[in-house]
């Protein structure tokens, strides 16, 4: 596992498309060379490819969990696509899914319909929430780790690596062949005051409101790019929780599962 620790700050572009989830797997003999180079604060590496697809942002002096790498994604693509109308006829639930990864370009358009910031001058987002309030986190699950989605940055921070996928189901086996399964996560400290002037339960129905829409952006956006979907409910909240290093405050709403159709 890299350690932000080691290094220091700087921004590491990558030319590699494969290395776009896999940062963390870097070599220590790749990182030697980054640590090397970081004396000139910025550094490119040509591995191989000839992408550029986003960089690893470390930042020390952070403590804990939230000492994680922040892969930036590419900007999404908006101006293509099909119909909304043609994307409604096409979405159903699937349940059986090829072991093909999905693109860079893909996950950015699924977490930016998710939750993106869609008018940057007032920081709106691609999906309502009650008083404005996004308490409502995406976490991304893929075979690499779990990942947190940040729509700032449009950017995923590594919570834990290592495949956790099977800790999003109680047991539907599809869900360890999919490449990626989102897992929506309200966290009651965003509230803040808020959650006093709420009657009992407000909270949960508007957390969970949120999370239905952007589960609903994400089917859509599958659906026009030929992806399946499935919303689940059947998640083991305690070993998701666990792998996920999620807070007290912080309560699974629902899961889907995003994959390549066979
Ligand atoms: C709140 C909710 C929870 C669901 N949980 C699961 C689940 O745990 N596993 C699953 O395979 N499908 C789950 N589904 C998908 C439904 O089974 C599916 O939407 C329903 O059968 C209708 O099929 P369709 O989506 O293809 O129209 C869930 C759907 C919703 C809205």
Known sequence: MVSARELPQCVIFLVNADQMLGLVTLANKEMDVVKKNCVTEKINLVLSGIFLL???????????????NALSLPPPQITDGVSVMKALSERKSSRNFAVSPISDEQLSKILWAANGINRPDSEGHTTPSAMGVQSVHV???????????????????????????????????????????????ADSAAWGN?????????????????AGAMAQNVGLVAAAEGLGTCIRASIDHEAFAKAAHLLDSERIIIAQTIGVLP
Do not use: C
């Not at 960089?55 to 403590?63: A, D, K």
């Not at 808020?194 to 949120?210: G, N």
């Open 139 to 185: 976490y991304v699950v893929t075979d690499k780790g779990i990942f947190l989605y940040e729509p700032q940055s449009h950017s995923i921070r590594l919570q834990n690596k290592g495949d956790y996928r099977m800790t999003t189901t109680k047991g539907q086996s599809f869900v360890g062949k999919a490449p990626l399964t989102l897992v929506y996560v």
């Open 54 to 68: 986003g960089g690893l942002l470390l930042v020390p002096g952070v403590s804990g969990a939230t000492r994680t």
């Open 194 to 210: 808020a959650h006093r002037v709420l009657p009992a339960d407000q909270q949960t129905i508007f957390d969970s409101v949120a």
